[in-house]
């Protein structure tokens, strides 16, 4: 069963999940999507996507395949 967001209730992606991790915990059982997410930072759901880029480009073990 796929991780909903704790703030819209969409369904989740795995860098969604990954991303939440990286921003506000490793830990954290609770997720949220990229417009959550963008909503709770001050940012844009582009800026989002650029992390994850980012995190991903820099081999972050969080953010797989
Ligand atoms: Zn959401």
Redo the contacts with the bound molecule.
């Keep these: 069963m796929a991780d909903l967001?704790?703030?819209?209730?969409?369904a989740l992606t795995s860098d969604e999940v990954a991303i939440t991790r990286r921003l506000i915990n490793r830990g954290t059982t609770r997720f949220?999507?990229?417009?959550?997410?963008a909503e709770a930072f001050g940012l844009t759901t582009e800026d989002v996507d650029r992390a994850i880029s980012y995190y991903r480009r820099i081999g972050c073990t969080l953010f797989r395949n």
Aim: net charge positive.
């Design positions: 967001c704790c703030g819209c209730r969409a949220y999507c990229r417009s959550c997410l």
